[in-house]
């Protein structure tokens, strides 16, 4: 039995292997562009024979069966084996930064729908005011009760936890300096290193000494709303913030050092949110880098250069830096665990595994992965199974990206800028929200569906959605790439009305010239 790609299936629909699974020994490549890790590093195994055919998708579930889903989230985040490493009350980036984020922008979501589409659809509400304090409030407990469930898991499955910072003393080594000062070392069988990112400081002059500078954590622990804010930085976490913000009321101009923000999404999205982020009242100083920030009596200066050379700046109670992360491996002392790294990037081939047999490392910490809370849960469960004894591999081709700005974006697969680059033959697709009854109903019909796919066979190579739950809708694009499913295929799948997914059909239709409800 074969399927539509030709790989020969067993008859539970599995692929056939032809060769034993890969073990630990295959090697951790690192990019030549890429400077030699330290020379205490230990040496990349050698390189083994990959199996044959890809390994069957149902990877998690085989794992769930065999030893129960907790085990497979627990490992995503933690050490496995029952230890668990932490460093103390320090929360995993997604309770620290993705989540609080989110309630941020549903109270600034709520807020602006009130103020813009209230009176239109009959919901006049007299003084709408800001409580920025409660905002906070909610924030906190929504990210205490997902806290307090994780350890109430760990507690369940009877997972022992260890309060206390750890650092390699030796291959598959660990000391654990703990809170009240003692140590302890230990071993394992395995390993997972999972400690995450953290914001990243750029070797801007005046940023550390100005108390006013603040990064994304604190960004979301501010006791006051700030009248003015400066965003340093066109990226995810510095637009989302922005979005939030300026709908609370503080003035928002973000400066940038390339000409366009949001390089990941295709350019058809980044156009729609800018326009709409301008009509909120945030300003824009693309090609405009920052040289330095000074003291002011608002709070601090922002001083940069313009492409034609001219200093420009931007004063503001906060300046909120949202240059990017870095892994958080610092205090880690890898090289004394003989774990090859770039500049602290650990690592990994593609069942997360180190040089160091039986060491993993999975998410932010790991050089050339997406950090996305989503990209490395699906690491850790990969370590998981290869762990146990499966054969599991990461395979970022199906990651969405999301940027839960406003209107909210997300996008898997190649972008139309990286079909060109690559020279691919490939047709577009798109869809205007304006046209589907159950977005104009949400948000006046503001945004697009874009799909990409290859002109000979029709086969999805990225879709992209800016507009109401374009980050819910953004799931079918990546199972169409996983199924390697063609336009046909989707247009041929009946999708319920009304709905905003409608558009993700109307999409496919006009990819093919047979569109329905606009122009081909």
């Given at each position: 039995?074969?399927?539509?790609?030709?790989?020969?299936?067993?008859?539970?629909?599995?692929?056939?292997?032809?060769?034993?699974?890969?073990?630990?020994a295959?090697?951790?490549?690192?990019?030549?562009?890429?400077?030699?890790?330290?020379?205490?590093?230990?040496?990349?195994?050698?390189?083994?024979?990959?199996?044959?055919?890809?390994?069957?998708?149902?990877?998690?579930?085989?794992?769930?069966?065999?030893?129960?889903?907790?085990?497979?989230?627990?490992?995503?985040?933690?050490?496995?084996?029952?230890?668990?490493?932490q460093?103390?009350?320090?929360?995993?980036?997604?309770?620290?930064?993705?989540?609080?984020?989110?309630?941020?922008?549903h109270?600034?979501?709520?807020?602006?729908?009130?103020?813009?589409?209230?009176?239109?659809?009959?919901?006049?509400?007299?003084?709408?005011?800001?409580?920025f304090?409660?905002?906070?409030?909610?924030?906190?407990?929504?990210?205490?009760?997902?806290?307090?469930?994780?350890?109430?898991?760990?507690?369940?499955?009877?997972?022992?936890?260890?309060?206390?910072?750890?650092?390699?003393?030796?291959e598959?080594?660990?000391?654990?300096?703990?809170?009240?000062?003692?140590?302890?070392?230990?071993?394992?069988?395995?390993?997972?290193?999972?400690?995450?990112?953290?914001?990243?400081?750029?070797?801007?002059?005046?940023?550390?000494?100005?108390?006013?500078?603040?990064?994304?954590?604190?960004?979301?622990?501010?006791?006051?709303?700030?009248?003015?804010?400066?965003?340093?930085?066109?990226?995810?976490?510095?637009?989302?913030?922005?979005?939030?913000?300026?709908?609370?009321?503080?003035?928002?101009?973000?400066?940038?050092?390339?000409?366009?923000?949001?390089?990941?999404?295709?350019?058809?999205?980044?156009?729609?949110?800018?326009?709409?982020?301008?009509?909120?009242?945030?300003?824009?100083?693309?090609?405009?880098?920052?040289?330095?920030?000074?003291?002011?009596?608002?709070?601090?200066?922002?001083v940069?250069?313009?492409?034609?050379?001219?200093?420009?700046?931007?004063?503001?109670?906060?300046?909120?830096?949202?240059?990017?992360?870095?892994?958080?491996?610092?205090?880690l002392?890898?090289?004394?665990g003989?774990?090859?790294?770039?500049?602290?990037?650990?690592?990994?081939?593609?069942?997360?595994?180190?040089?160091?047999?039986?060491?993993?490392?999975?998410?932010?910490?790991?050089?050339?992965?997406?950090?996305?809370?989503?990209?490395?849960?699906?690491?850790?469960?990969?370590?998981?199974?290869?762990?146990?004894?499966?054969?599991?591999?990461?395979?970022?081709?199906?990651?969405?990206?999301?940027?839960?700005?406003?209107?909210?974006?997300?996008?898997?697969?190649?972008?139309?800028?990286?079909?060109?680059a690559?020279?691919?033959?490939?047709?577009?697709?798109?869809?205007?929200?304006?046209?589907?009854?159950?977005?104009?109903?949400?948000?006046?019909?503001?945004?697009?569906?874009?799909?990409?796919?290859?002109?000979?066979?029709?086969?999805?190579?990225?879709?992209?959605?800016?507009?109401?739950?374009?980050?819910?809708?953004?799931?079918?694009?990546?199972?169409?790439?996983?199924?390697?499913?063609?336009?046909d295929?989707?247009?041929?799948?009946?999708?319920?009305?009304?709905?905003?997914?409608?558009?993700?059909?109307?999409?496919?239709?006009?990819?093919?010239?047979?569109?329905?409800?606009?122009?081909?």
């Amino acid at each position: 039995m074969e399927n539509k790609g030709g790989k020969r299936l067993a008859p539970t629909g599995e692929p056939v292997k032809t060769t034993p699974p890969a073990t630990a020994a295959d090697e951790v490549k690192i990019p030549a562009e890429q400077p030699a890790p330290a020379e205490s590093a230990a040496p990349a195994p050698a390189e083994t024979a990959a199996p044959a055919a890809k390994p069957a998708k149902s990877r998690g579930r085989r794992l769930w069966d065999d030893y129960g889903y907790l085990l497979v989230t627990l490992a995503a985040v933690f050490v496995l084996f029952k230890v668990l490493l932490q460093l103390a009350y320090v929360p995993s980036g997604s309770m620290e930064t993705t989540i609080p984020t989110k309630c941020l922008l549903h109270s600034a979501e709520l807020l602006e729908d009130i103020k813009n589409q209230g009176k239109e659809i009959g919901v006049e509400v007299e003084g709408v005011k800001v409580n920025f304090p409660q905002v906070i409030a909610h924030k906190n407990a929504i990210s205490k009760q997902l806290t307090s469930g994780v350890a109430g898991l760990l507690k369940l499955n009877k997972v022992k936890k260890i309060d206390g910072e750890a650092a390699f003393v030796g291959e598959k080594r660990i000391r654990v300096t703990k809170p009240d000062g003692s140590a302890e070392e230990m071993t394992a069988d395995a390993i997972i290193v999972a400690t995450g990112s953290v914001n990243a400081v750029p070797p801007i002059p005046g940023i550390r000494e100005n108390p006013n500078c603040i990064d994304s954590t604190g960004a979301l622990s501010l006791e006051k709303l700030p009248e003015s804010m400066v965003v340093i930085g066109g990226g995810v976490i510095g637009l989302e913030l922005a979005c939030a913000y300026a709908a609370f009321g503080t003035r928002i101009t973000v400066v940038e050092a390339m000409d366009h923000m949001l390089p990941m999404l295709d350019g058809d999205l980044t156009a729609v949110g800018v326009a709409h982020m301008k009509k909120m009242g945030i300003a824009f100083a693309l090609e405009c880098p920052v040289q330095a920030v000074e003291p002011s009596p608002v709070g601090a200066k922002v001083v940069c250069t313009t492409k034609s050379g001219d200093t420009v700046t931007f004063e503001a109670e906060k300046v909120l830096v949202a240059i990017g992360r870095k892994a958080n491996t610092a205090s880690l002392d890898l090289e004394a665990g003989g774990i090859r790294n770039d500049r602290g990037r650990i690592l990994v081939n593609d069942r997360m595994q180190t040089n160091v047999p039986g060491v993993y490392a999975i998410g932010d910490c790991v050089f050339g992965k997406a950090q996305l809370a989503h990209t490395a849960s699906a690491m850790g469960e990969v370590a998981a199974e290869n762990i146990m004894g499966h054969d599991s591999t990461y395979d970022e081709s199906t990651n969405p990206t999301c940027v839960y700005m406003e209107p909210e974006a997300a996008s898997v697969g190649l972008t139309e800028e990286q079909c060109k680059a690559k020279g691919l033959d490939y047709k577009v697709g798109k869809f205007p929200m304006s046209a589907n009854g159950k977005a104009l109903i949400i948000n006046g019909g503001e945004g697009l569906v874009k799909i990409i796919s290859d002109a000979k066979y029709g086969e999805v190579l990225g879709m992209h959605i800016i507009g109401p739950r374009a980050t819910d809708l953004i799931s079918e694009g990546a199972l169409a790439i996983r199924l390697e499913a063609t336009v046909d295929e989707l247009i041929s799948t009946i999708h319920s009305h009304p709905t905003v997914t409608e558009t993700i059909r109307e999409a496919a239709l006009n990819a093919m010239g047979r569109a329905i409800h606009t122009k081909n």
